[in-house]
């Protein structure tokens, strides 16, 4: 035969895949197939998982999220207010974050600091973090050696020294002051 499958060794001789393994001296690792169906099974197997990795990459080169699950998602429902309110992705909801951490940390959200969940969702969603800074009207910031240099919406230009404390509080009530998210009434 070219493949034993378990109900057909219960039924015949009563036994089961391990009992009947032992009986006759083989291996309890070895399968109940033979060697040249188990290649076949091992040549689908590859060619199917290439077929699932080529419609990943595909799925992924057309800019969709390719889930746990082996499913894709259509790229209607990645623009959908559901899925992004889902993911947090939404501009009111990374509005609200970016305005919370601001005041809470009285910094700009980095890949340095807490605000790094922040940063990726900014930048997946903007395609940038200067971008997503630039939609809410805050300055984003280039690095040059130990300065910062931030760059608001209106062009005002600050350096900003890390080695300088007071220059950190210099710039957040300077964003205070310029930046409409971060006044009073901005929600």
């Not at 032992?22 to 076949?40: A, F, N, P, R």
């Not at 990726?120 to 800074?133: H, L």
């Not at 062009?155 to 007071?166: C, E, F, I, V």
Request: proline share 4%; glycine share 6%.
């Amino acid at each position: 035969m070219k493949k034993l499958a378990a109900p057909h060794i219960k039924k015949c001789s009563g036994l089961t895949v391990c009992e009947y393994k032992k009986k006759y001296g083989l291996y309890l690792s070895k399968g109940l197939v033979s060697d040249e169906t188990s290649y076949k099974l091992a040549l689908n197997a590859i060619k199917n998982r290439k077929g699932r990795l080529k419609l990943r990459q595909q799925s992924v080169a057309n800019g969709l999220k390719y889930g746990h699950r082996s499913r894709t998602l259509t790229e209607a429902s990645l623009r959908s207010m559901q899925y992004k309110n889902k993911y947090g992705t939404c501009p009111d909801q990374i509005k609200a974050r970016l305005r919370e951490f601001i005041l809470a940390n009285k910094e700009l959200p980095a890949p340095s600091n807490r605000g790094y969940p922040l940063y990726k969702v900014m930048t997946r969603r903007f395609g940038s973090f200067p971008n997503g800074m630039a939609h809410f009207g805050l300055p984003y910031r280039i690095r040059q050696g130990t300065n910062l240099k931030f760059i608001f919406s209106d062009g005002t230009k600050w350096a900003y020294n890390l080695n300088q404390p007071y220059d950190r509080t210099a710039l957040y009530n300077m964003m205070l002051q310029k930046c409409d998210l971060l006044k009073n009434n901005a929600l």
